[in-house]
């Protein structure tokens, strides 16, 4: 192959990125190329140098930083902190964090496929539920600015309580995951989840969060039209343009190359771009120097100690914001959200794989990839994101768009997050970005999570009038019960506080409700397995068993599992790879696998 489809940074003629076949499997750099991702500059199980790997590293961060960000600051009005942005500065440091201990952790022993691990929208409907409960509404004094002193004592108590109530609620639900995952539980409930329970599940994950984008968004219109704006001139419509940049290579001393700008850095361009513009507007005394005034938020100055007062590192560690406490309604809601997150990571690792010419994950490796996704939520909760951790969808669609599906870039990514985390000056850095700004990336971005949900109905017949019922009833029940719900808590009283709590974060949680009644009308309403799509999936299922016994990509490191530790009674273990000697199949071939 000579050049990629969608070539990625730098499409040089030295060949640093774009690999050459020379027709027998064979990189003409010498490395061994794969039959099944002759397509890709770097397969799953090449390494490239290491100043490439830091490169396109940075690439997978940026590509993950708006859900990176987007989930703190999101949470931050719930939890009493929209006038606090240092502590906003800390939750993101945090986030980057743990996020990158967690991708570590899922590319080394977990499903070991190039996925990137971070903040999960599916937990925030349920966190905002549970933060709407009466008990852990904000007092009206942290609603206005003049009289929050974010120094005191009390203050401090009243955000803390909040998220230590959250990483209790994570931490109980994170087991449910755990225990999913290593003990093969995925395997029995996937025969009974079909598109028509996760096209819902997926798409209402994004459709309530229209109120806080639109809130954000609404400080300053035109700000925010200027974001969505920019985000889609350059993603669709400047996509293609490369953007000639001097070189200096091995083979030619100077030359240029082409590095496709504004595809791979649309959300940061446009972010930055607006925050210029705010900044030029604020220096001009464009936007108003009253506070009650509308578009005052939208001024770059009104947070500009956050970035004097944020220390230049700070080491985030578990239990930084007290004891984790925990109720019964919190561990019921986040549980809904964690289901919703299996569900979503499943499909993301049949979609990883493909792009990087990897075979179908087996069930072994699912099983250990979603126990180790709930053994990140674990350590999620205890260091105190206010949030889970999922598979990121936005990183394997940077995977299908750059064509470089190396593990060891994701590796290096996670190592770019733990530095960063530690970092304190750049959480404080994100935090300081105008409302208008974020309000208007969240449009855009929780209109495509949306999307994506919406895609998984594509196995199904939609000129079935069963699945268009089923379908457009549990999107429109899972949007209208819970908002009904919020607004007559006092219906659902059953004089048990507990209980109440329970089915109050449930039925005002939107992705449970509409996954809920998707998932028990799927399986109830007589339907053939074709018109449910069910063909489709089990085909997929088929596909991975053919090939589970080609663990080249997902055996754990160092011959674990296959040529040590390969006791006959790890057979019973649903997560634990299969012996080398029980193998069959096509081999993938690596120049130095992780």
Excluded at 103 to 120: A, C, D
Excluded at 225 to 235: A, G, K, P, R
Aim: glycine content about 10%; charged content about 10%; overall charge neutral.
């Amino acid at each position: 192959m000579t050049s990629c489809e969608h070539p990625n940074f730098l499409q040089q003629d030295d060949n640093m990125l774009s690999s050459q076949d020379d027709g027998q499997g064979k990189k003409k750099d010498g490395q061994p190329g794969s039959p099944s991702s002759s397509h890709l500059a770097y397969g799953i199980l090449d390494v490239p140098p290491w100043y490439l790997c830091i490169f396109l590293g940075i690439q997978h961060f940026l590509t993950a930083l708006g859900g990176l960000v987007a989930v703190p600051l999101i949470l931050a009005k719930d939890l009493c902190l929209q006038h606090d942005s240092l502590t906003k500065s800390y939750l993101i440091s945090t986030m980057f964090f743990v996020s990158g201990v967690c991708t570590l952790l899922q590319v080394l022993l977990g499903v070991r496929l190039p996925i990137l691990q971070g903040g999960s929208f599916a937990y925030v409907a349920p966190s905002l539920a549970m933060l709407s409960l009466p008990a852990w509404k904000c007092p009206e004094w942290t609603v206005n600015a003049s009289q929050v002193n974010t120094s005191s004592p009390e203050f401090t108590e009243e955000w803390q309580k909040r998220i230590r109530e959250l990483q209790g609620a994570i931490m109980v639900a994170s087991c449910v995951q755990i225990l999913a995952g290593f003990t093969g539980l995925i395997g029995f409930l996937m025969r009974f989840i079909g598109p028509l329970t996760i096209a819902p599940t997926i798409s209402l994950v994004a459709l309530p969060l229209f109120h806080s984008a639109g809130n954000d968004a609404g400080i300053q219109w035109g700000i925010a039209l200027v974001t969505i704006v920019l985000i889609v001139l350059f993603s669709q419509y400047l996509k293609n343009v490369a953007v000639p940049i001097p070189i200096y290579g091995r083979e030619k001393k100077g030359h240029t190359s082409k590095l496709y700008l504004f595809q791979d850095f649309s959300v940061l361009l446009a972010l930055c771009i607006s925050w210029l513009l705010c900044f030029v507007l604020t220096v001009t005394n464009a936007l108003p120097a009253a506070p009650t005034a509308y578009g005052y938020q939208a001024r770059t100055d009104t947070k500009a100690n956050v970035l004097s007062q944020a220390p230049w590192f700070r080491f985030p560690y578990p239990g930084q914001w007290g004891l984790p406490t925990i109720s019964l309604a919190g561990v019921f809601g986040i549980t809904a959200g964690v289901i919703s997150s299996i569900v979503e990571s499943i499909g993301d690792y049949y979609a990883c794989a493909r792009l990087v010419g990897a075979p179908p994950p087996p069930k072994h490796a699912i099983n250990r990839g979603i126990g180790i996704e709930g053994l990140a939520c674990l350590l999620a909760g205890a260091w105190g994101t206010g949030n889970g951790t999922t598979s990121f969808s936005q990183n394997i669609a940077a995977l299908s768009i750059t064509k470089v599906g190396s593990r060891m870039v994701i590796v290096t990514a996670g190592c770019i997050l733990l530095v960063l985390g530690v970092f304190g000056k750049i959480g404080a850095a994100f935090a300081t970005i105008p409302p208008p700004v974020i309000g208007g990336m969240f449009l855009v971005m929780f209109g495509v999570i949306a999307a994506v949900g919406i895609s998984s109905l594509q196995y199904v017949d939609m000129n079935s009038s069963r699945n268009i019922f089923i379908f457009g009833f549990s999107i429109f029940c899972g949007l209208t019960i819970p908002n009904w719900v919020n607004k007559n808590p006092e219906m659902l009283q059953t004089g048990i506080l507990q209980l109440d709590q329970v089915i109050l974060v449930l039925l005002t949680t939107d992705m449970f409700v509409g996954g809920f009644l998707g998932f028990l009308l799927d399986n109830t309403i007589p339907g053939s397995p074709q018109e449910r799509g069910l063909l489709t999936w089990d085909q997929i299922h088929e596909e991975s068993e053919e090939t589970a016994k080609v663990s080249e990509v997902y055996s754990l490191p160092c011959g674990i599992g296959t040529k040590f530790c390969t006791s006959s009674y790890t057979r019973y273990l649903p997560f634990w790879p299969r012996p080398e000697h029980h193998r069959k199949g096509f081999k993938i071939v690596a120049s130095t696998p992780v």
